[in-house]
């Protein structure tokens, strides 16, 4: 059973921090790794996609990839008020379907 | 979120009725998928459609039945259902089934079944 697991929070952090979100997947052969923001009542978007080893920045998202250790993180700099909301790690391989996790509920204070 | 659209947006239903979900994808995709995202559980993946035939049924009740016409159109039939059905129910499109390709979400319909 392929797995994506996330610690489901809520994690909060006042605003200006940095804030971190973690996953790990149990699936060694996984290619593709997708970070969405899902606000309380709307549907996913996707914030960060990466797909090899190391960092990759996009304004104030970095996406970390580790796949040695299975492990995925998203780093959020200078967290706003509006960065709050729910974040879903996505995993999947060639052929596959995305697998999920439940999500981590990020609050941040102002 | 006007480049993947579902209707309708919230549906109650008792366990007798027949009703349906549309979506439709104005991205030029060639693969739709849909999803149930139940609250405290991960989103899961109910059928895959590429190129308008179906790849995956994620061992989905038949009280779920999908419909793909054309790589623009996606309905999932919906027909004596039960109350632990409740979900959002999310459509998605992405170009095609390559590894890195990305998804998009539609707004998802909220169902409730009395």
């Known amino acids: 059973q392929k797995e994506v697991e996330q610690n489901s929070g809520p994690l909060s952090v006042p605003e200006g921090a940095i804030a971190s979100l973690n996953c790990t997947y149990s699936d060694r052969v996984s290619q593709s790794f997708f970070w969405y923001r899902q606000y309380s009542g709307k549907s996913p978007e996707l914030i960060m996609s990466?797909?090899?080893?190391g960092d990759k920045e996009d304004g104030r998202f970095t996406a970390q990839l580790n796949k040695a250790s299975q492990y995925v993180s998203l780093l959020i700099r200078d967290s706003q008020p509006s960065d709050s909301a729910t974040y879903l790690c996505?995993?999947?391989?060639?052929?596959?379907?995305?697998?999920f996790g439940k999500g981590t509920t990020l609050s941040v204070s102002s | 979120e006007t480049g993947v659209t579902q209707t309708p947006r919230h549906l109650v239903m008792g366990m007798t009725n027949k009703k349906s979900l549309k979506c439709e994808q104005h991205l030029g995709h060639n693969a739709m998928y849909w999803y149930k995202q139940s609250a405290k559980k991960p989103l899961e993946l109910m059928f895959v459609?590429?190129?308008?035939?179906?790849?995956e049924n994620n061992s989905v009740p038949s009280r779920f039945s999908p419909e793909c016409p054309n790589s623009s159109h996606l309905f999932l039939h919906l027909h004596t259902l039960q109350p632990e059905d409740s979900a959002l129910y999310l459509c998605?499109?992405?170009?095609?089934?390559?590894?890195?390709?990305?998804?998009?979400f539609g707004p998802g319909t909220r169902l409730l079944v009395l």
């Open positions: 998605a499109s992405s170009q095609d089934r390559t590894v890195q390709e990305t998804q998009y």
């Open positions: 459609y590429n190129f308008k035939e179906q790849t």
């Open positions: 996505a995993v999947n391989q060639a052929g596959t379907a995305l697998i």
């Open positions: 990466i797909y090899s080893n």
